[in-house]
C-alpha cells in the first residue's frame, strides 16, 4: 500500500521554465491538497480538489495550477516558475473528517 | 488573527522529561482536531487524533478543552527521537480542508 505518492523528489528549474509535480494516492480519498513549506512559515496551502474533476484555491493560488482528472491523481502545474517558488512541496489526501496523509515531498529549487 | 496558533518553541528538554504545549484555536465550531510531527525536511506524519474526552497512546497524551479553544499534547519520558517539530490541525465538520498551526519544536538533548 503505497499511501500518497509524490513525484518527482527533487528538481532544480531555471526561472521561466514549466514543470508538473504529480501527487498520486490509492486510499480512494475524495480530498486532495497542495501545501507549500517555508522555513517559518509553517505549511501553505496552494490548491485543493473535494473531488474528481473539481478544484479550488488555497492561501496561496498565484502562480499555480492543478488538474484533478482522475480521483487517484493530482497535478500541480507552475506555468513560468519563479525564484519565489522554492520551496517543498506536500501533496495530502484525506476522508472528510478524517485526518490527512501526506506524500513525502518534492523539493524544488529555482534558480 | 490566525486560526491556528502555537507556540513555535523551541520547548528544550532533558531526556526523561516531561514537555507539554498547547494549541488554540479560534473557530468554535471546529470538531476534528488532529497532532502530527514532522522531522527536519520531512513529511508531517499523523501522531494521534485527539478526542472530546482527551486519548494516550503510550507516553503521549493529548487533551481538548472546547470552553477555553486549545488541544494540548504531553510527552512523557522524553527521548531523544521525540525530537521534531508538532504541528497542530484542525477542522470544521463537513469542512474539506484542515487547517495547521505553524508547529511547536522540541528538542530533548542528552
Known amino acids: 500500500n503505497a499511501g500518497v505518492t509524490q513525484t518527482p523528489k527533487f528538481r532544480v528549474l531555471k526561472t521561466g521554465q514549466s514543470m508538473t509535480l504529480l501527487c498520486a494516492q490509492d486510499?480512494?480519498?475524495?480530498?486532495m491538497y497542495w501545501y507549500r513549506q517555508d522555513p517559518g512559515m509553517g505549511l501553505r496551502l496552494i490548491h485543493y480538489?473535494?473531488?474528481?474533476?473539481?478544484?479550488a484555491k488555497g492561501e496561496v493560488p498565484d502562480g499555480y495550477n492543478v488538474s484533478r482528472l482522475k480521483k487517484q491523481n493530482f497535478l500541480l502545474g507552475l506555468e513560468s516558475a519563479a525564484p519565489s517558488q522554492t520551496s517543498v512541496y506536500f501533496c495530502?489526501?484525506?476522508?472528510?473528517?478524517?485526518?490527512?496523509?501526506f506524500g513525502d515531498g518534492t523539493r524544488l529549487s529555482i534558480l | 488573527r490566525k486560526e491556528v496558533e502555537q507556540d513555535p518553541g523551541p520547548f528544550n528538554v532533558p531526556e526523561g522529561a516531561t514537555v507539554a504545549f498547547n494549541c488554540t484555536y479560534s473557530?468554535?465550531?471546529?470538531?476534528?482536531f488532529f497532532w502530527y510531527r514532522q522531522d527536519c525536511r520531512k513529511e508531517p506524519k499523523l501522531l494521534m487524533s485527539?478526542?472530546?474526552s482527551g486519548n494516550e497512546d503510550g507516553r503521549f497524551t493529548a487533551q481538548l478543552n472546547r470552553a477555553s479553544q486549545y488541544i494540548s499534547l504531553l510527552i512523557r519520558d522524553s527521548k531523544l527521537s521525540d525530537s521534531a517539530t508538532y504541528l497542530c490541525?484542525?477542522?470544521?465538520?463537513?469542512?474539506?480542508?484542515?487547517?495547521f498551526g505553524a508547529g511547536t519544536t522540541v528538542t530533548v538533548r542528552a
Open positions: 473557530n468554535s465550531a471546529s470538531q476534528s
Open positions: 495530502a489526501s484525506r476522508r472528510s473528517n478524517q485526518p490527512q496523509h
Open positions: 480538489s473535494v473531488g474528481e474533476g473539481t478544484t
Open positions: 486510499m480512494n480519498h475524495e480530498y
Open positions: 485527539v478526542y472530546s
Open positions: 490541525a484542525v477542522s470544521r465538520s463537513n469542512d474539506y480542508k484542515l487547517s
